[in-house]
């Protein structure tokens, strides 16, 4: 299937960007600040972003597309052509319960509720709160980020986005089919389960938080989180599909003010009910299963802040055929991140993010299950305004495998928040 | 409303060239200064910076105070002659409490260096792209404390890169005749030289028309402000 035509999305992300510039001649037009209603019990949010990316290769006459969908987060959406509006809206029910929703459209498409929960505190002098609906993620650093405003350049962590050939309402029969689909993760099919080429799973979904319960409790040494979900990490859910729970958590501490280092955990059966079915497992079998590991440490002082994070992801599926699956399949995701404040308002940073798997062994080949990826990106950002910050970033992506190796990529975005 | 940096560029005009007031010497002639004084009745709303929705958050933020005094400010549009040479800068504080700038609103002369000590167990980062004065002061802990000296006169909107609700304003004078409010709203500008001037209100980025007020020798005139 050839790449989606842009020119429609293309119109909207620029008409967005001249419209967000037209703004800030304007500063009286836009808030500033949250919307505060209700004698202080509603307030209202907003993210708003414009981006757009060019993609340079063997090939690629002019600004072309990311042919290589290093980027993409679905056969459809790509993160360097986005137009987001993100609404956030907190209402305080009482002393110890507020209810926060997140409204949130790609491109103008149809508003989808990407968080939807009560937060309950017990005790109001205790930083001990429950929180139960759709959720933020406990499991990861970059996973409660992702918002264009706190991620320092334009492209996601490759933990957290690409996408690799691994679904969860389709599975590969042998080892042969998985190695086929090396690098494909975009549009991946398997023979057991939905046949339908769709769009594969990233190690952790940073577009899309699950459904559950998360208990947090937080000193100012130590901050804990344990969720239990319908979805996984790779697959978060709203409505449960296999019966089986993940369950994941996090522990952050604090030494010293300015050093933040977290571990998370979490396991759950991704795939659907369907798949294990068809599969040949019982229905309510949870082999098929995602297990991940995770660290993270951060540091900043003075105008420096350097963060890197590890994401290690296990996947267990149903061996069906020969040449059978090596299990478990492993990933490995690690990216180091720095930015530095060159001048009020202007800041430099770089990302390298290396994405690697562990080795199959095919019917003629031993080879990685997925392409490994190495990514570099560098960027600057300019704060045109407290609240708009233009960012200009440059990425390059090397796959050991897939149609289209290399690519380079310039992307710009505009973001403006209140 | 007008907005409030040309009156500032005024201000500055008016103190180095010392045009729009009464030539009054300070002092001079045996006259006594006189007091401008009055209330400034704030009708719209402000309130308070408030977070944004704390979606991503794990837990609940912790409480802030939720009355910050929004304080006004009443300055001379336009200064006597000598006024610039008179002021006497030194220092100010604005500290970083409970993720909240204390005061809010400080008013100052040019010259004046600010010190910005974070009183949080948080890491703040004290920032402006306010034209008169453009800086980072960087992420600092609990107890350290950085500084920035205000040289060139206008409005300094302060933020904290972290704390997106934080955030304040430095009102910098190139003269000394201005004065805050107090929780009452009163205001009182001392040592002003006999004349007549135009003296303005602010709040929170809003400033009243200029009002003429003509201070009589050695005592105190009224005037009353209303911002909606």
Known sequence: MPPKPYRGRSRVIVLAAVALLTGARTYAQLPGEPIVFGDGRVTLGGDVSATYGCAHGQGIAGCGEDVGFFNYTSYDDSLIRNFRIDLSASVKAGEHISFLTEIRTDNLDTPQPYALYARIRPWRDRRFDIQIGRIPPSFGAFSRRPYPSDNMLIGYPLAYQYLTSLRSDALPANSDELLRMRGRGWLSSFSVGDPTPRAGLPLVNALSWDTGVQVHAATDLVDVAASVTTGTLTKPLVRDNNGGKQVSGRVAVQPVQGLILGTSLARGPFAARDVAVTAGLSTDDRSITQTAWGADIEYSRGHYLVRAETVLSAWRVPLVRTPVIDLPLRAVATSIEGRYRVVPGLYGAMRWDHLGFSEIQGSTVRREWEAPVTRIEAGIGYSLMHNLLLKVAYQHNDRDGGRVPTLGITAAQLVYWF | ?228
């Open chain 2, 1 to 228: 409303m007008p907005r409030t940096l040309p009156f500032f560029v005024l201000v500055t005009i008016a103190a180095v060239l010392g045009d729009g007031a009464i030539p009054t010497e300070l002092h001079a002639g045996g006259m006594a200064n006189g007091i401008i004084r009055g209330r400034v009745e704030v009708r719209r709303t402000t309130t308070n910076s408030d977070r944004r929705p704390t979606v991503a958050s794990l837990g609940a933020p912790p409480e802030r105070e939720r009355t910050i005094p929004k304080q006004s400010v009443v300055y001379l549009q336009s200064a006597p002659r000598g006024a610039f040479e008179q002021t006497d800068p030194g220092r100010a504080v604005m500290d970083q409490r409970n993720e909240t700038f204390v005061p809010h609103v400080l008013a100052i002369t040019t010259g004046t260096i600010v010190d910005f000590p974070n009183s949080d167990r948080i890491y703040h980062n004290v920032f402006s792209l306010s034209k008169p004065a453009k800086f980072d002061l960087g992420r600092y802990p609990v107890g350290r404390s950085r500084a920035i000296r205000f040289d060139r006169p206008g409005i300094v909107r302060v933020f904290c890169d972290i704390h997106s609700h934080m955030n304040a304003f430095i009102l910098v004078f190139s003269h000394p005749y201005f004065a805050l409010t107090d929780g009452e709203g009163q205001y009182r500008i001392n040592d002003v030289p006999p004349g007549t001037y135009q003296v303005v209100a602010w709040n929170e980025g809003v400033t009243s028309d200029p009002k003429p007020a003509v201070v009589p020798d050695g005592a105190a005139t009224e005037l009353d402000f209303l911002l909606r």
